[in-house]
């Protein structure tokens, strides 16, 4: 089996789980977990994402386990306190337990292990729970955000400050962060499923510390979330049908629609025509936001990025069946918060200004909220790949990029991970950040000397020519095997 996550620790697991006959579904599930646990700030456990299935012989589909608005039944006002962050070239945003809506990453990763997996749902949560419980090192992806963001939003909340400072230092890369109850926590979603987090005794008791601290998630909040299954967005290029996140998420259209007209270019290889196509979908993008995630709006989306309907981690997994599954989970920023007991560190996913372009005060309790992730399959006959990427805004050129570099150019899967990449920061007056080696010109570029962590992390598995592969983008610290 191919895969491929952020640390080697997760591929570690992979591996552990794929040694006592793991599907690519059980292999995902693991890495996904153990990825959310130990990239805090980065990423978290109580975070929501999407998983891509191509299983070989069926339709795709994606597992949509996003975050959701809170607020059902509650009456009062969120607490929440704006920060301004130097990361990224400047961040605002809202944290605090009025910043987290409904997670989905449990349920999500609860209901690919009953379709797809083979492993119990316990056994994982206790291989997960047995490498994370008694603590992980810091790594060096959450410690370049946390340089940024610590004192703002994680050294607040007795159990972030314990965790991930010594006194008022933050720790270093490699020292170890221990979140308390963090292991008895996910045994107990082990031993109960992931329902319990839902409708059962640990929701109740999440629900009532975060309440008495000014959250707005409500029993009835966790009690109606539900998984959604849908079937993903659909493009043949050359030989290959890639699939991605369809919507509400706003990920998949931007990613397949920049490919789709880079290949309807003179030059689908152009760095020009790769600069053209995705400020032309990042534009169509910014129209959609500005007018709310209507389905008219998704419609028109849709229409004019060529297609039919029909802070972050993302891991990789294929088999030698062909069976390929790729997940994307994000937290936001990180709320800094952590219900007493649980060890399990929140998303900000409320806090997210620039995902909610009307304002919080437009959001509807139980509306899933707007995401830019993508992860992706692709196959042509017995060929296939899962790939995804962090990122924000900058999944769609990372992906996008890679996808076209890989089904157009001949590159190796790795190769096409490592090709230089540009992304569109601004439309109107254009400006362009892209990494030295690329062929453009013009005013307004800022170039990067090296690969930079800035353009994502693309993490890919695939069966390609009857060969396992597996790539970790050189960008971020992560890791790639084949077992």
Same mark, same amino acid.
């Given at each position: 089996?191919?895969?491929?996550?952020?640390?080697?620790?997760?591929?570690?697991?992979?591996?552990?789980?794929?040694?006592?006959?793991?599907?690519?579904?059980?292999?995902?599930?693991?890495?996904?977990?153990?990825?959310?646990?130990?990239?805090?700030?980065?990423?978290?456990?109580?975070?929501?994402?999407?998983?891509?299935?191509?299983?070989?012989?069926?339709?795709?589909?994606?597992?949509? @386990?996003?975050?959701?608005?809170?607020?059902?039944?509650?009456?009062?006002?969120?607490?929440?306190?704006?920060?301004?962050?130097?990361?990224?070239?400047? $961040?605002?945003?809202?944290?605090? %337990?009025?910043? #987290?809506?409904?997670?989905?990453?449990?349920?999500?990763?609860?209901?690919?292990?009953?379709? &797809?997996?083979?492993?119990?749902?316990?056994?994982?949560?206790?291989?997960?729970?047995?490498?994370?419980?008694? /603590?992980?090192?810091?790594?060096?992806?959450?410690?370049? &955000?946390?340089?940024?963001?610590?004192?703002?939003?994680?050294?607040?909340?007795?159990?972030?400050?314990?965790?991930?400072?010594?006194?008022?230092?933050?720790? =270093?890369?490699?020292?170890?962060?221990?979140? =308390?109850?963090?292991?008895?926590?996910?045994?107990? #979603?082990?031993?109960?499923?992931?329902?319990?987090?839902?409708?059962?005794?640990?929701?109740?008791?999440?629900?009532?510390?975060?309440?008495?601290?000014?959250?707005?998630?409500?029993?009835?909040?966790?009690?109606?979330?539900?998984?959604?299954?849908?079937?993903?967005?659909?493009?043949?290029?050359?030989?290959?049908?890639?699939?991605?996140?369809? %919507?509400?998420?706003?990920?998949?259209?931007?990613?397949?629609?920049?490919?789709?007209?880079?290949?309807?270019?003179?030059?689908?290889?152009?760095?020009?025509?790769?600069?053209?196509?995705?400020? =032309?979908?990042?534009?169509?993008?910014?129209?959609?936001?500005?007018?709310?995630?209507?389905?008219?709006?998704?419609?028109?989306?849709?229409?004019?990025?060529?297609?039919?309907?029909?802070?972050?981690?993302?891991?990789?997994?294929?088999? /030698?069946?062909?069976?390929?599954?790729?997940?994307?989970?994000?937290?936001?920023?990180?709320?800094?918060?952590? %219900?007493?007991?649980?060890?399990?560190?929140?998303?900000?996913?409320?806090?997210?200004?620039?995902?909610?372009?009307?304002?919080?005060?437009?959001?509807?309790?139980?509306?899933?909220?707007?995401?830019?992730?993508?992860?992706?399959?692709?196959?042509?006959?017995?060929?296939?790949?899962?790939?995804?990427?962090?990122?924000?805004?900058?999944?769609?050129?990372?992906?996008?990029?890679?996808?076209?570099?890989?089904?157009?150019?001949?590159?190796?899967?790795?190769?096409?991970?490592?090709?230089?990449?540009?992304?569109?920061?601004?439309?109107?007056?254009?400006?362009?950040?892209?990494?030295?080696?690329?062929?453009?010109?013009?005013? @307004?570029?800022?170039? &990067?000397?090296?690969?930079?962590?800035?353009?994502?992390?693309?993490?890919?598995?695939?069966? $390609?020519?009857?060969?396992?592969?597996?790539?970790?983008?050189?960008?971020?610290?992560?890791?790639?095997?084949?077992?």
């Amino acid at each position: 089996m191919a895969l491929a996550a952020p640390s080697r620790l997760a591929t570690f697991a992979g591996s552990e789980v794929v040694g006592v006959g793991g599907t690519a579904a059980d292999a995902a599930i693991a890495m996904a977990l153990i990825a959310m646990c130990t990239e805090p700030g980065v990423c978290a456990p109580g975070a929501g994402g999407y998983v891509t299935v191509d299983a070989g012989d069926g339709a795709p589909v994606v597992v949509d @386990g996003y975050m959701a608005v809170p607020g059902m039944g509650f009456e009062g006002e969120p607490v929440s306190t704006r920060v301004s962050m130097a990361y990224g070239g400047g $961040v605002i945003t809202d944290v605090g %337990p009025g910043s #987290i809506a409904v997670p989905g990453s449990f349920a999500a990763l609860g209901l690919v292990s009953q379709r &797809y997996g083979k492993l119990p749902w316990k056994e994982l949560l206790y291989l997960v729970a047995d490498l994370v419980g008694r /603590g992980f090192p810091l790594s060096q992806a959450c410690r370049t &955000y946390l340089v940024d963001s610590g004192t703002l939003i994680f050294d607040k909340d007795p159990a972030t400050r314990s965790a991930l400072f010594d006194g008022d230092r933050l720790k =270093e890369v490699g020292e170890l962060v221990v979140f =308390e109850g963090m292991g008895d926590t996910l045994r107990q #979603i082990g031993e109960e499923g992931s329902s319990t987090f839902y409708q059962g005794d640990l929701g109740a008791s999440i629900v009532a510390d975060l309440a008495a601290r000014g959250s707005s998630l409500t029993r009835k909040d966790l009690a109606s979330y539900r998984t959604e299954v849908r079937r993903p967005l659909e493009l043949m290029v050359s030989g290959w049908q890639i699939v991605s996140n369809p %919507p509400p998420a706003i990920g998949g259209i931007a990613v397949l629609g920049a490919v789709q007209k880079m290949v309807e270019s003179a030059d689908p290889l152009d760095a020009e025509v790769w600069l053209s196509s995705m400020a =032309e979908v990042l534009g169509h993008r910014d129209e959609f936001e500005t007018g709310g995630a209507t389905q008219a709006g998704i419609g028109e989306f849709l229409e004019r990025a060529g297609l039919r309907a029909p802070s972050t981690i993302t891991v990789s997994a294929v088999d /030698g069946e062909g069976i390929a599954v790729a997940a994307t989970f994000s937290a936001g920023y990180g709320s800094g918060v952590v %219900p007493a007991g649980t060890g399990l560190l929140m998303n900000n996913s409320i806090g997210e200004i620039e995902l909610i372009p009307g304002g919080a005060g437009s959001l509807v309790p139980g509306q899933r909220m707007m995401s830019n992730m993508a992860p992706t399959t692709a196959r042509s006959g017995d060929n296939v790949i899962s790939i995804g990427s962090p990122g924000a805004d900058r999944i769609t050129s990372a992906l996008a990029i890679t996808l076209v570099r890989f089904l157009c150019s001949g590159d190796t899967l790795s190769a096409a991970i490592e090709h230089p990449r540009l992304h569109p920061e601004s439309l109107e007056p254009l400006g362009i950040a892209a990494e030295i080696g690329l062929d453009l010109h013009g005013a @307004g570029i800022r170039w &990067y000397a090296e690969r930079h962590m800035y353009f994502g992390g693309v993490n890919a598995a695939g069966l $390609v020519a009857g060969t396992l592969v597996a790539h970790a983008d050189s960008r971020r610290v992560g890791s790639a095997v084949v077992v």
